[in-house]
């Protein structure tokens, strides 16, 4: 298609503006910002930015409100926020899911987890659909554990994948048919459908879409849309999909209304979108799911068109700071995609490009509180104050001049930024902060070190995504460029690049719309992808064919678009795992080779720092085709340096101002340029700042900026003192910027473990439930940060890591690393081992200054049950290894020996015990821990070469007397709701044990006591909780009641007195049985204090822990194993308790853990088992003025004999409401089997903790409880 001479323009539509890019031939391009909402002057801004471009670029009036014509423009291509926009605020259209019978509550559930584990109300985004049609049809797939003869009346099928599937109920046409004319007559138009298991066999969803079509509905499916096993984000996918593409269609036709004849009338004229992939797409090809992030995907296509040198080859940081938010993303020569990620609470299976994004904006709020500084969201209780925001530092510091930033502001949008109102804030907030500083004697900060410290950690809580991007992945973060952009990148790109040691940054000329302009630079994608489920070895030939045949078709489809089949190429991907896993990389074709065996071992290598020798399956075989369509091409940045001959600045500056900048005790004079009036191939030194129409860039000193053809290149020159204080007094001060920016690395560091143990773990538990932790430690052994993984380990851990320092004091080296799980050494319950490291001050050295930790839920250590959770152990032997601490690295050396005896030769000699039943998935975890550990012993020792082993410990107690400050502050404000009487609760087990509590606050300190006098005593029984849960759960009930961002750390104990009574219930023995401590007792510790603080109503008082697995079958005489044993663990979920403003949530993790359940396809395919049902339990939630959540149903039907067991609470006390609040249904436990001898059914309750044997084709159901409600309820309801 020739488009010579005919303008190409380029639209981004963001939420606040709007900007148009224009190639015009002859003449220079044309930048237009307009607002992207401005009713009084135009009903669209795509459509009047268009308009002023044709007559801008023809010099002919075009008339608002008349149609444009298309015959000038060559193509038109769009960015925006549309999808976005309608997702955020729900404003999507009305649509319905169709889903397999039983999972009607699917997209409601999830994966049952809560987003923010503090948040009491355990808030969660609603359901897209407005209603669930649940259908008769039901596909599994066979497993080679199950019984022959589970279904033999059940057609066997072949699926997409290879795999064979058993249709255990064909599609009932009939009731689709009826669901649907009920659905046309209601209104309805649009559908979504997600059946599981139709990822691999599609017919019953093809079905569906082929009657609902022919009846006038627009249907969406899931098995076409991504064609990936879990059914859970492939059919939130789904619903997504079916939620905005209508908002989608309809914008398109309200601007193709604007054009004579339409969008469609002139062939001539390409008229694109941007998917979220980085791709354009045919305007009538964009979808809604497609168009989610279709603003921002075109800001990573900019800079990485605009940043990357083919040559030099050094991957770039792209770094999009906008007015709310911040993202930030990597390109390394291709765009790098995600397949799962979460976008306004749901999630969405479908390539995006990896985009990470940070809530520190132009528009974040600055606070102050507990002597720590704060960027970002605030929450309501302190919004009266009426902070600054992050954006306003800059101006107060002289580093952002209003006289050249545009009037958008005041009631008519039309006044210019208001400095004074500005100024006055920053006073308010140092008298503030000063005030506080003279109470402990410290040195007082001028207004200026206020803005400038804020800026600096609204600086450091942006660079904490960009290492976790970097670092994460095995990349060193300083060996990158760093690409700003957006409305506010290059006012922070000097003070972000000097945070994360990159010394070299790259501003494009059009940076403040780069968005816009990366779209001129786009190209066509089509994605394709399929199911495989294969061994690669065994499939090469047939993917390679595959592979030909998915080429041939994206490339007739792209020529049905305009284009020849030359100028089409395809990138090929498979993504590749190892067995047992479930962390796939979705790995590029090398370049003259088909080896993508040995490219995967090297990424995985890379990432996860091992590789292993089981087999590597091929999970799904995607390929990318592109139609070369960039309209301009721009030589590289580097090559332009390269070729320029620099010379100092020669023109004038535009003005002088008197700035603020790091390492300076008063503002310097600073030279203000205009950037369109700077010769190329000029030097200008900092500090120094260039300015245009649209943006700010600010030098800061000892950086150099570059002015080339299309960008500006900074170089930082050498390192900068980073103190805002004299170094004399840093020993005695602890100055509160610097505590802000340590809490976010020692954050990070435990983050970054985190998803080390994730990626290089191999068991469900451990990377797909992620019951895991992993935390720093000081010397001591006190906690220092924890990452918000799972509740019940975040006070715990130091009680191991404090037993083990003290066990081994003396006795470490580099190179050690310890294990243990015992409950009487701080463990909680043996399943949970922890893995600890020593951090030396130096290689070899002598002295510990941190401990790191990890510690991961084993789905098996042996014991008398598959699972290692038996409800009715009453002695801790029987539940499996239990390790009081043992050393498994010695100099660096695995001692694997050593572990195969401490989980399969100790537990076994137990009588009725085994050991642990999977013996090489242990171990894979415990390297994966290791790993883990030695990412945080990597990333502390990176702090430390930074600021030193001095600094870095001052600040990490520092960051723990800050966390004290804040419970202090909380149980002072208590004290005064209170009246300062004494709060009293009471609560009882099932078998009637009471847990008492009475918490004394002294009002004056800010301490309190915690009394659990009146305890019942030691149970016989798997019930017991080891002392460190208690203290786990209180600390995880300060954390929420606080309601505020403060470190999580030993500090938060510090006024808190904890007196329980010995031996107890909470404090037993060390022989006694532990195991349902950890999962249900640690709920009822926290039911009773946040009943004694009258916080919010029970909620469902448990983890509900189910487990089930066979032995393994070993020969007799070889002592070989004949067939494997296994063992599943998953915790159920249940309802949340209601609170004076907000109800309880439905089917959510609560409290004490925040584990993921297992999905469905994953459950049926790696277990012989038939999930019948999973839905939320009508009417079990406690009535009230706020209603407390419901429970679920979970119904398992098992394809094969096995041992089943449930440790379960709230079977008989139910969940308890507050204020009025009724209470909510306790839980029900069912095994409905057949009598061996009658063959009759029988349905028997059993009870809150028990095991069964269960036989093919037995169903185990559970039921959970509700949570309470809150307050009476209104009679007229």
């Given at each position: ?9 380029s ?11 224009a ?10 910002k307009?607002?992207?909402?401005d009713?009084?002057?135009y ?7 268009i ?81 669930v ?17 589970c ?10 994948t ?5 249709v ?102 390409r ?9 354009l ?12 992030l ?35 993303s ?21 390539p ?109 809580s ?59 630079l ?16 065994a ?14 078709a994206?490339?007739?489809e ?12 395809h ?14 990389l ?7 080779t ?111 900026a ?66 895991f ?21 975040l006070?715990?851990m ?206 004056s ?21 080891p ?24 500090g ?25 401590g ?105 009535r ?7 429970g ?23 969940p308890?409401?507050?204020e ?47 949570g309470g409600?809150?307050?009476?309820q209104?009679?007229?309801?």
């Amino acid at each position: 298609m020739d488009n010579t001479g005919k303008i190409t323009i380029s639209i981004d539509r963001g939420g606040t503006f709007t900007d148009v890019h224009a190639i015009v031939p002859g003449r220079s391009d044309i930048i237009l910002k307009l607002l992207s909402v401005d009713p009084s002057h135009y009903q669209d801004a795509p459509t009047e930015g268009i308009r002023q471009i044709l007559e801008l670029a023809t010099g002919k009036p075009h008339p608002r409100g008349q149609p444009l014509k298309l015959d000038r423009i060559g193509c038109l291509r769009m960015g925006t926020t549309v999808a976005t926009n309608a997702l955020l605020e729900r404003k999507g259209a009305r649509s319905v899911l169709f889903t397999t019978k039983g999972f009607r509550d699917l997209l409601k559930i999830g994966d049952q987890s809560r987003p923010a584990i503090f948040d009491l109300s355990m808030t969660r985004p609603g359901v897209l659909p407005e209603g669930v049609v649940e259908v008769n049809e039901r596909v599994v797939p066979c497993h080679s554990a199950a019984d022959d003869k589970c279904f033999p009346d059940a057609r066997l099928v072949q699926g997409v994948t290879g795999e064979k599937f058993r249709v255990v109920q064909e599609l009932d046409l009939d009731h689709v048919r009826a669901e649907l004319q009920r659905l046309k007559e209601q209104g309805y138009q649009s559908l979504s459908v997600a059946l599981v298991h139709s990822y691999a066999y599609p017919d019953h969803e093809n079905q569906i879409a082929e009657i609902a079509e022919q009846m006038g509905f627009s249907v969406t499916l899931s098995s076409k849309l991504q064609p990936m096993i879990k059914v859970v984000p492939r059919g939130m996918s789904a619903a997504a999909d079916a939620y905005l593409t209508p908002v989608i269609k309809t914008y398109i036709d309200s601007i193709s209304a604007s054009f004579e004849g339409g969008l469609g009338s002139n062939q001539s004229c390409r008229f694109e979108f941007m998917q979220s992939d980085g791709g354009l797409v045919d305007f009538r090809k964009f979808s809604g799911l497609k168009a989610i992030l279709s603003g921002p995907a075109a800001g990573v296509v900019g800079f990485a068109a605009t940043s990357w040198d083919p040559v030099e080859k050094i991957p770039v940081i792209g770094f999009d700071m906008g007015g709310t938010s911040t993202d930030v993303s990597r390109y390394d020569g291709h765009l790098e995609h995600v397949f799962g990620s979460k976008v306004a609470g749901i999630m969405i299976q479908s390539p995006q490009l990896d985009i990470n994004t940070v809530a520190a904006g132009g528009g974040s709020i600055l606070t102050y509180r507990n002597g720590l500084f704060y960027v970002g969201p605030e929450p309501c209780v302190l919004q009266e104050r009426r902070a600054p925001y992050c954006d306003r530092c800059q101006p107060f510091l002289g580093r952002l001049l209003p006289e050249y930033f545009p009037h958008i502001f005041g009631p008519n949008e039309d006044e210019p930024l208001d400095t004074e109102i500005t100024a006055r804030k920053f006073h308010e907030l140092t008298t503030e902060i000063n005030e506080e500083r003279r109470q402990r004697s410290q040195s007082e900060y001028s207004a200026e070190d206020v803005a400038l410290g804020f800026l600096k950690v609204a600086d450091e809580s942006m660079a904490r995504p960009i290492r976790n991007l970097t670092e994460a992945r095995g990349f060193e973060t300083a060996s990158h460029h760093l690409a700003c952009f957006g409305g506010a990148g290059g006012q922070h790109a000097c003070s972000v690049a000097e945070s994360l040691g990159i010394s070299r940054i790259i501003i494009h000329k059009y940076s403040s719309v780069l968005s816009a302009y990366g779209l001129a630079l786009a190209e066509v994608v089509k994605e394709s992808q399929e199911p495989v489920s294969s061994d690669y070895l065994a499939s090469q030939s047939s993917l390679l064919q595959r592979f030909e045949n998915m080429a041939a078709a994206a490339t007739k489809e792209m020529q049905g678009q305009g284009f020849e089949p030359n100028q089409v190429r395809h990138e090929q991907y498979l993504n590749m795992r190892y067995e047992g896993s479930d962390t796939s990389l979705m790995v590029l074709r090398p370049k003259d080779t088909s080896d993508f065996l040995a490219e995967f071992r090297e990424r995985h290598r890379r990432e996860f720092n091992f590789n292993s020798d089981r087999p590597v399956l091929v999970d799904d075989i995607r390929v990318r085709s592109i139609a070369s369509s960039k309209v301009r091409t721009e030589r590289s940045p580097i090559l332009q340096l390269n070729d320029a001959t620099l010379r100092n600045v020669t023109s004038a500056p535009a003005g002088t101002t008197s700035a603020y900048f790091d390492g300076h005790s008063a503002r310097v004079d600073t030279p203000v340029y205009l950037l369109n009036q700077l010769e190329r191939h000029t030097r200008i030194e900092g500090p120094a700042m260039i300015i245009d129409k649209t943006q700010t860039i600010v030098v800061a000193p000892k950086a150099v900026a570059n002015i080339l053809e299309t960008c500006i290149v900074i170089d930082i020159l050498e390192d900068r003192q980073t103190s805002l204080i004299p170094a004399a007094q840093q020993a005695a001060d602890v100055d509160p910027i610097k505590l802000s920016i340590f809490g976010h690395r020692f954050m990070s560091i435990a983050e970054q473990m985190g998803r080390t143990l994730q990626k290089t773990s191999v068991s469900t538990n451990i990377k797909e439930r992620l019951d895991f932790s992993c935390a720093l430690f000081s010397p001591d052994g006190g906690l220092v940060a924890n990452a918000p993984h799972v509740p019940v380990h975040l006070g715990s851990m130091q009680f191991a890591v404090r037993y083990q320092h003290q066990k081994w004091l003396g006795n470490l080296k580099d190179g050690d690393v310890l294990v243990a799980n015992h409950p009487s050494c701080g463990g909680t319950h043996l399943p949970d081992i922890t893995v600890i490291t020593p951090v030396f001050d130096r290689p070899g050295g002598s002295e510990i200054i941190f401990y790191v930790a990890s510690r991961g839920h084993h789905a098996d250590i042996g014991g008398i049950l598959p699972g290692s959770m038996p409800p009715k152990s009453t002695e801790l032997w029987q539940e499996g290894a239990a390790i009081e601490g043992d050393k498994i690295v010695s100099n660096g050396v695995l001692d694997e020996a050593r572990l195969i005896e401490l989980l399969v030769t100790k537990p076994s000699q137990y009588p009725g015990c085994s050991g642990a039943r999977c013996i090489s998935d242990n171990l894979s975890d415990l390297k994966a821990q290791i790993a883990a550990n030695t990412r945080g012993i990597n990333l502390i020792q990176t702090l430390i070469n930074e600021y030193g082993v001095t600094t870095v410990q001052k600040y990490m107690y520092a960051i723990q007397a800050t966390a004290e400050t804040a419970v202090r502050n909380l149980l002072k404000g208590l004290h005064r709701k209170f009246g300062g009487k004494p709060l009293e609760a009471v609560d009882y087990m099932d078998d009637g044990t009471p847990i008492c509590l009475k918490v004394t606050i002294d009002g004056s300190s800010g301490s309190a006591i915690f009394d659990f006098a009146g305890t019942g005593p030691e149970v016989y029984g798997s019930w017991n909780a080891p002392i460190a849960i208690t203290h786990s759960a209180i600390i995880y009930c300060l954390r929420c009641m606080i309601n505020a961002d403060v470190p999580l750390n030993q500090g938060c104990l510090a006024p808190i007195d904890i007196r329980v009574p010995s031996p107890s219930i909470l404090s037993p023995t060390k022989t006694a049985a532990v195991v349902g401590g950890n999962v249900v007792t640690s709920q009822r510790v926290t039911d009773v204090v946040f009943k004694a603080f009258r916080a919010c109503a029970a909620s469902q008082g448990c983890c509900n822990n189910l487990t089930f697995g066979t032995d393994a079958k070993i020969d007799a005489e070889t002592g070989k194993v004949i067939t494997p044993g296994f063992g599943y663990y998953e915790t159920i979920a249940g309802g949340g308790g209601a609170g004076s403003t907000w109800n309880g949530q439905s089917g959510v993790q609560v409290h004490m853990t925040n584990t993921r359940i297992t999905d469905p396809e994953i459950l049926e395919k790696r277990y012989p088992t038939l999930l019948r049902q999973f839905t939320l339990r009508n009417g079990s939630g406690g009535r009230g003025k706020n209603p407390g959540g419901e429970g679920v149903i979970r119904d398992i039907e098992f394809l094969a004999p096995m041992q089943c067991s449930i440790l379960s609470e709230r079977r008989v006390h139910r969940p308890y409401g507050l204020e009025g609040g009724e209470d909510a249904q306790s839980g029900l436990n069912m095994w409905i089997t057949k009598d061996t001898q009658s063959g009759e059914q029988r349905c028997i309750n059993i009870g809150g903790k028990n095991t069964v044997s269960v036989q093919t084709h037995d169903r185990v159901v559970i039921m959970t409880a509700g949570g309470g409600g809150w307050g009476l309820q209104d009679v007229a309801c």
